[in-house]
C-alpha cells in the first residue's frame, strides 16, 4: 500500500496566525501540535485548529503543493 501525504493548513484561536507543513500522519500531526509536543513556532503561536488540507500520493507533489500556499497571499490561502 502506498503511503499517503498531506499539506495542511492549520490557524490559532484567533485565526491571526496561519501555519501550513506537509506530514505523513495527518491525525498523529495535528495532535502533536494541539498537544505542544514539539517545541517552536506552532506551538509558541498557539496554532490548534487544522483548517484545510490536501492528500497526495507522492511526497515530491505534496512539497511542491507547500511551497506554492505558502508562496501565495494571506488571502488566497
Do not use: P, W
Not at 502533536?32 to 509558541?44: A, P
Not at 496554532?47 to 511542491?64: C, G, M, N, P, W
Amino acid at each position: 500500500m502506498d503511503k499517503l501525504h498531506s499539506v495542511y493548513i492549520m490557524m490559532n484561536r484567533s485565526n491571526a496566525v496561519l501555519y501550513t507543513g506537509v506530514t505523513n500522519n495527518l491525525r498523529r500531526r495535528v495532535h502533536e501540535h494541539n498537544e505542544k509536543k514539539v517545541e517552536g513556532f506552532t506551538k509558541k503561536c498557539n496554532i490548534t485548529k487544522l483548517v484545510y488540507y490536501e492528500i497526495f500520493r507522492d511526497v515530491k507533489d505534496a512539497i511542491s503543493r507547500e511551497k506554492q500556499i505558502k508562496g501565495g497571499s494571506r488571502a488566497k490561502k
